[in-house]
């Protein structure tokens, strides 16, 4: 998803039947992409001259699953316990990270993929796909629950291997010579992995650049949706640190877009979804860090509904009056009859952290006819420039390691990730849930949606997912972001979700279960219903939300919607780079390939 002008427009002007002039000359017109077998489809001389020009290389993909559809149930056994194993899916150019989602897609390999290592490489095969009327797909980290990394009959721009990390002690962006204070920072390829960006920036260079929590999510994808990670609550969301992108956009064109070059550029990809080009280069801002990062977890059961009524309305109580401000991120899980807590800390040491959950442990010991502990709490804490280094974290059991033959040593990812790594989706929601709801004539009724929620399935509170409680400055980096306005108001992001283990259609013992799917997407509506009830407007977050959310556009960016589709059909007025529920995609067919009259 990343610079350097190398062809102009021209260059890439269609074929007869191909694509049509630029929005600016007037209103859209129809047109279908181009498929395999299709009068229009590139010969494979036209393929081959793409492949001779690259740095990288053109790959005719096929998935690892090809050889099991319609094979024997145990022939490829190994290859599904592979798909627990996020570094090989992301190594995979024909896989994603998710499987699929019952109902919604299924993960296809496209035809050809270009694994670019250069940008030229990505405005290379930009222009192909635009010359020949190709479905475009561009994949970094893959871990896109939308599907939105994969399809079929497409070219795919694989930025895996454009993965260099940069360091800066005094960052300007291009053009801002003179306007703008020199500050540190961090140039990031389109292909990292959060996981090797930390391992960088904070174990070896003692600073903190807000990433995602997931390590093998992709870098450029998690700042372009906006981006959550643990300390959101403290430092903002990742797009709000974004300070310049080198960016392919349709004409083939390479632009840098900061404050002072190209702007409404710089401005959408600070949160609006993937749609505007190819990243190929993140340039963020990084932070000092503080002297800790710690966790606290534990499990708590209730005896009986009074009992666990109660339970959930001293878990709120006790947020809004201890929790509710930048130290404390990630979740708590309000599941059925069971709390599991697992929150993370930041500018406190780990007995500060104690001397804070005191008086809630103090309250669940007195009440042993109620409720139950059954994980003790645990409390610690880590010099915050060893808290994503590998070594440390394998040495406390914390990370599971990429088990392949002479993998790196780095390449390790949170042992609770391991449960969605090539999952089937079957039913994904959330909610912003507005601050408001802490106060104290509001927390009964937070408290009881909450309750009936678990009746069903139960709901997870992700409080680093909302902005509510985050310094100014943190509030109003948001604020200059396209990422839907409630989440400054928000104090969490609500999630209730299901899915089940690797699976794929035609493969014999590895089918998806379509019953189960149903059921489950039944319950996760039905949770979700109660949580809306006191939910006056809304609103979610566009990398983690349903596949069938309705009025996305007001949901995933509100009021930000209209200046976001004048900046796309200025800079892709021609819609190649589409996405499900991207900016404009719903001027598309659900497949991207037939634009609507």
Known sequence: MHRRRVLKVIAGLPIAGGLFGRAARGAPQALSRVRPGIPGWPSEEQWEGLGRGLQGELIKVQSPLTQCVGAQADACTALFKEFKNP?????????????????????????????????????????????????????????????????????????????????????????????????????????????????????KGGRYV???????????????????????????????????????????????????????????????????????????????????????????????????????????????????????????????????????????APREAEVTWRPFLDWVAASPQDVTLVSPPRIGGLPAQHFWDPSVLMKYGLVLADDRSGAPAGNVFWAGNLE????????????????SLLAADRQKDLADALFAAAKHLGVGLHFNKGLAGAPAEALAAARDTPVNPGVTDAFALAITAALGQPAYPGVSGHEPDAGAARGDAETVQKSMDEIRKIVPKQASYVWETDFFEPNWQDSFWGENYPRLIAIKRRYDPDGLFFLHHGVGSEEWSEDGFTRRG
């Open 210 to 348: 807000q990433g995602g929590g997931c390590m093998t999510v992709g870098v450029a994808g998690l700042v372009l949706g906006g981006g959550f990670g643990s300390f959101s609550k403290a430092f903002g969301i990742a797009g709000s640190h974004l300070l310049e992108a080198e960016v392919v956009t349709a004409d083939g064109e390479v632009r840098i877009a900061n404050a002072c070059s190209n702007p409404d550029l710089f401005w959408a990809l600070k949160g609006g979804g993937a749609g505007f080009g190819v990243v190929t280069r993140v340039t963020l801002r990084t932070h000092a860090l503080p002297e800790y990062f710690g966790g606290v977890s534990a499990t708590i059961k209730a005896a009986n509904d009074d009992a666990y009524r109660r339970l959930i309305s001293k878990i709120v109580e006790f947020y809004a009056e201890a929790l509710f401000n930048p130290h404390w991120g990630e979740q708590i899980l309000i599941g059925r009859g069971h709390v599991v807590i697992q929150m993370v800390f930041q500018g406190l």
């Open 87 to 203: 570094y090989f899916l992301g190594d995979e150019v024909g896989l994603t990270q998710s499987l699929g989602w019952v109902g919604a897609w299924t993960s296809r390999p496209s035809v050809y993929a270009v694994a670019a290592q250069s940008t030229a490489d990505v405005v290379a095969a930009v222009n192909f796909a635009r010359t020949h009327n190709l479905r475009l797909v561009v994949k970094g980290g893959g871990h896109s629950y939308q599907g939105s990394s994969n399809a079929s009959d497409s070219l795919l721009i694989w930025t895996r291997r454009m993965r260099d990390i940069a360091r800066h002690d005094a960052f300007v962006g291009a053009g801002c010579e003179g306007k703008a204070t020199p500050q540190p920072a961090v140039s990031i390829g389109a292909g990292a992995i959060w996981g090797h960006a930390y391992d960088e920036v904070t174990t």
């Open 420 to 435: 969605e790594t090539g999952a089937v989706w079957y039913a994904y929601q959330s909610a912003w849930l507005p601050a």
